[in-house]
């Protein structure tokens, strides 16, 4: 069958199996193309499109040349006839039409107009056809690019929006407002570089194909943009560390002072607030802000609020009007309004808000008229300590002096302040107020923040998540660290990154908080992770309804954060500083005490459930509560359970679990069983609790020495393990260690062996008590015992018996796993019989049911076994697809066993397909793994290989390794 694929999107054209088709005349080529869109069309229909001009006979020749015309040159099967009335193109047929993918998703698959530069002489209706469609598909995309450029301008997303913009400047859409809205967008945004680019590329297209110009009002918003662009770039920022990103907020800002400086009260809103938390940047935003004004010539005064003077009646009003006065005086310029301020009988924080106000709005008026030719502007900073008279007093300032030409920029931290609530929501119902809520750096924003105070630090590639991790982007915290490793010669991340400025800032934040909220924080710092309100009574035992209380107001206050998930809530501290700032102040004593208390609590919890999502838990407090020997023997525990799904072939795992997070080099057995064996060895104790741990450790390292085909250690170690839970009557070792020799002994094809070890395990059965799933795992491989030995009748027998039991319990994902692996040991026994079709079906049900379930070396058996039944079915592309993704599995989960004889199948392909040096190379990959997988199955697959290789020429395989004494 051909594979046929149509291009109508752009220049038309036919490509079949590879090689692009041309036709003998345009008529022809044209009726192709119209059947590949309509699909399916009537004699006559062809005939009013393409021979209108001729008579009935003469068209009905001209259709029948052209369909035999296309069938000559496309595949004789491509067009199906129904009847003596329909033409059709043969959906049985694989042939690809890109008009088919564009109608589904235009965007992904509008490469150009729809057939661009084709003509059919004298063809007047099949032009019109093709325009009419060429119109239709054009104005469809032009309506998804208006969609997206209008949900990227909606999300903020700058890059996005100038992309979409710049798709529709190349199919010549002409609607100015549409460019003017994106303009504007992305000079809001600072992203004047983007603006420009897009308006030099919407004018270049207007003057080629129109030549003619942008609008005026376009040309007049252009104009503003490059005027802004050069007004920043004259005004650097001074502290760059703090304020790099901010150069949107600094726009928008400026650009609403420049709109209330001329159009006065019709501008609406007259005040704007910055809102962010502590360390955020919104003090050197707002002094960026007043350099840029200043230096216009606007009259500005600023006062910053403190908490030690929230207290104190109208305080930053009085600053405020002292400045003012000052300005006065030196401007030799006396305000009679302000004739009422000099009477400190009545200027004290004892005078009533209302009167203060009336004089405050006359000295004001009087202060515009001679001194209103600019801009007035007042500064007020961290208004969160504002005392409420003030913030009044401020709310009706900006009532009811909107006519004067004055503007107030504030700041405040996100803690919730009822008064500023209260202020927020009266302005909003006057579209007086402008929120800019400043936000972190991002990763990217910390990059080139770091590019360019201390370029150096980014030699080490790991500074940048580390700098990030500690600051999380605050820019205070920021600045301070990057200073700190400055001074560090070997620009590293000191072990505590909390310098002067750093604590302040933090215990600002939590001044004011009760001792219960203290205690909660202390609690909750006792977490590495986020923590519900279980974790939190563990320690802090009190009522619920309590504990929300209590969590409220840090909420409000900004300290932590609330995530709703679909498992349950749970609470964040905002920075990661934060936490461990809370955490160091705790003593010692008391912390060793809570991590005994959650140890212990968590403990209980893991023996009730067997949760193997738990140990993270265990291995962490029981480590900081100082209980070594129980950290050691849940971090094996951790581990044996982890390294089971990569060194097992179809591992009894309790649950699947991903919390690699704990522990960053998990991906490697050896970096962490090494050091960590070296870690228990060091115990200072050789009590029955060191020996516990010593059979632990033999078994992981035992078992990851044999699954790395290291057989001489591992089997050293797995015996020593034997030993150590023989004498310490630990069952469950046992059976676990007595499987690891099967599971060898199935590796080396030791058949002997392997029924030794199968008759041990069937004898602790007798002896003690297991987990359901194990009793199976012994059937299971006592039926691959009797397929290996070619007893099929009693293999058959044990796996027809229990695949019906593991069908119903596979809910439970040790049994699932038993129950692939009965589906693979079942298709095996077919394949050894030539059955391909039947082990076919069950090769099939094994790989749907691993889909469902964590991968593991059984996937890629079973990819394996699939391989290899295609390629004796003679579906060599399928064999090949199903050989690259065993491949693939075995390569993710760096796992050995079973890539020998994946390989030599593969090469066994290669060949088959006249792919020799590709074959050459699959057969020295097997030849490789097979020094360590002794099946004679694979190593007589790779003779065969190795015979069909040396009759090639300029090829010069290896001899394979040889079949050792026991597999034979």
């Not at 052209?66 to 000559?72: D, G, S, T």
């Not at 690019?145 to 996005?160: F, G, W, Y």
């Not at 078994?699 to 839970?725: H, T, V, W």
């Not at 009557?729 to 199968?758: C, F, G, H, P, T």
Request: one cysteine or more; charged letters at 30%.
């Amino acid at each position: 069958m051909r594979d046929v694929t149509v291009t109508l999107m752009n220049t038309p054209s036919v490509v079949v199996d590879g090689e692009k088709k041309v036709f003998p005349y345009r008529k022809v080529e044209g009726l192709f193309y119209y059947i590949c869109v309509r699909k399916r069309i009537t004699r006559d229909e062809a005939i009013g499109i393409f021979w209108v001009d001729c008579d009935e006979t003469s068209a009905r020749k001209n259709l029948r040349d052209a369909l035999y015309h296309i069938k000559k040159i496309v595949g004789p099967d491509i067009i199906s006839m129904d009847g003596n009335v329909f033409i059709s193109l043969n959906p049985e047929q694989h042939i690809k039409v890109d008009v088919d993918a564009a109608r589904e998703n235009i965007l992904e698959n509008y490469k150009g107009e729809f057939m661009s530069f084709f003509y059919v002489k004298n063809c007047l209706e099949f032009e019109n056809w093709m325009d009419d469609y060429r119109r239709e598909l054009k104005e469809h995309y032009i309506k998804a690019v208006l969609k997206k450029a209008e949900q990227a301008i909606h999300a903020k997303d700058t890059s996005e929006a100038a992309r979409y913009a710049g798709k529709l400047v190349e199919v010549f859409y002409l609607d100015e407002s549409f460019y003017r809205r994106v303009l504007t967008f992305l000079m809001e945004e600072a992203e004047y570089s983007s603006a420009i680019s897009l308006y030099q590329k919407f004018a270049l297209s207007l003057k080629q194909d129109l030549e003619e110009e942008p609008e005026a009002e376009t040309r007049a918003l252009m104009d503003k943009i490059l005027k802004l662009r050069k007004k920043i770039a004259e005004h650097p920022v001074k502290e760059q560390q703090v304020f790099m990103g901010r150069q949107k907020e600094l726009y928008g800002i400026y650009e609403s002072i420049q709109k209330h400086r001329v159009k006065g009260k019709d501008s609406g809103e007259n005040f704007v607030l910055i809102s962010g938390e502590a360390g955020v940047g919104k003090t050197a935003l707002m002094g960026q802000l007043r350099t840029l004004l200043e230096e216009e010539n606007h009259t500005v005064f600023s006062y910053c609020c403190c908490p030690s003077e929230s207290d104190l009646y109208l305080k930053p009003w009085n600053d405020i009007l002292s400045q003012v006065q000052e300005f006065c005086m030196k401007q030799r310029k006396e305000l009679k309004a302000s004739e009422y301020f000099a009477n400190k009988d009545v200027t004290d924080y004892r005078i009533f808000a209302t009167q203060y106000g009336i004089h405050l709005e006359d000295l004001i008026r009087a202060f515009c008229k001679d001194f209103g030719r600019s801009e007035i502007i007042l500064f007020f900073d961290d208004i969160q300590w504002m005392d409420p008279s003030s913030i009044q007093l401020l709310n009706n300032t900006l009532f009811h002096l909107r006519d004067c030409p004055i503007f107030i920029v504030a700041a405040s931290r996100l803690e919730v302040v009822k008064e500023i609530e209260d202020l927020r929501v009266s302005l909003m119902r006057e579209a007086l107020i402008k929120e800019v809520k400043l936000k972190r750096f991002t990763l990217e924003e910390t990059r080139e923040l770091i590019e360019v105070q201390a370029q150096e630090l980014l030699g080490d590639p790991e500074n940048l998540d580390k700098i990030y991790e500690y600051t999380d982007g605050n820019a205070l915290f920021l600045t301070e660290l990057l200073k700190t490793m400055k001074d560090n010669d070997g620009g590293m991340v000191p072990e505590n990154p909390l310098t002067s400025r750093m604590v302040s800032i933090i215990q600002s934040r939590l001044m004011k908080l009760t001792e219960q909220e203290h205690t909660l924080l202390s609690v909750m710092s006792v977490f590495y992770h986020a923590v519900t309100i279980e974790d939190i009574q563990i320690l802090y035992p009190e009522p619920e309804l309590k504990i929300y209380d209590l969590l409220e107001h840090l909420l409000e206050r900004q300290i932590i954060y609330e995530d709703v998930g679909t498992a349950a809530i749970t609470y964040h501290f905002t920075h990661i500083l934060i936490h461990n700032y809370v955490q160091s102040k705790i003593s010692a004593g008391r912390k060793q005490i809570y991590h005994r208390q959650v140890a212990g609590y968590y403990e209980q919890k893991y023996k009730e459930t067997g949760d193997i999502t738990l140990m993270p838990e265990l291995i962490y407090h029981f480590e900081n509560a100082n209980d070594m020997y129980k950290k050691y023997e849940y971090k094996l525990e951790y581990f044996k359970e982890f390294f089971s799904g990569t060194q097992e072939i179809y591992p009894a795992m309790s649950l699947s679990f991903t919390d690699k997070f704990f522990f960053p080099d998990l991906d490697s057995s050896e970096n962490v069983l090494i050091p960590l064996a070296e870690e228990i060895r060091a115990l200072p104790n050789r009590d029955q609790r060191y020996q516990e741990l010593r059979m632990k450790v033999e078994y992981l390292i035992g078992r990851y020495d044999l699954s790395s085909g290291d057989y001489q250690y591992g089997l050293r170690n797995m015996n020593a393990c034997i030993e150590a839970a023989k004498i310490l009557k630990n069952s469950r070792y046992l059976m676990d260690s007595y499987l690891q020799m099967i599971y060898y002994a199935i590796q080396v094809y030791d058949l002997d062996m392997m029924k030794e070890y199968i008759m041990y395990c069937s004898e602790l059965l007798e002896e003690y008590q297991y987990s359901k799933s194990t009793p199976y795992t012994i059937q299971r491989l006592k039926a691959l015992y009797y397929s290996k030995t070619e007893q099929f009748d009693k293999a058959e027998q044990i796996l027809e018996s229990l695949i019906p039991k593991l069908e119903k319990l596979q809910m439970d994902p040790s049994c699932q796993v038993g129950l692939i692996a009965c589906y693979n040991y079942r298709g095996e026994i077919c394949m050894k019989q030539g059955d391909w079709e039947t082990a076919h079906t069950y090769i099939s049900k094994a790989l749907a049911s691993s889909h469902a379930s964590q991968p593991t070396a059984g996937l890629g058996m079973s990819y394996t076994n699939m391989g290899i039944i295609l390629y004796r079915l003679d579906n060599y592309d399928k064999a090949s697809e199903y050989f690259d993704k065993a491949r693939g599995c075995f390569q993710n989960l760096s796992i050995q066993w079973g890539r020998a004889k994946e390989e030599a199948y593969s090469a066994l392909l290669e060949l088959k397909l006249g792919k020799s040096k590709s074959a050459l190379a699959r057969y020295k990959a097997a030849c490789k793994y097979a020094d360590k997988d002794y099946s004679p199955n694979t190593l007589l697959m790779l003779q065969t290989v190795y015979a069909q290789l040396q009759d090639l020429p300029g090829l010069e395989p290896q001899e394979p390794p040889r079949i050792p004494k026991q597999a034979k």
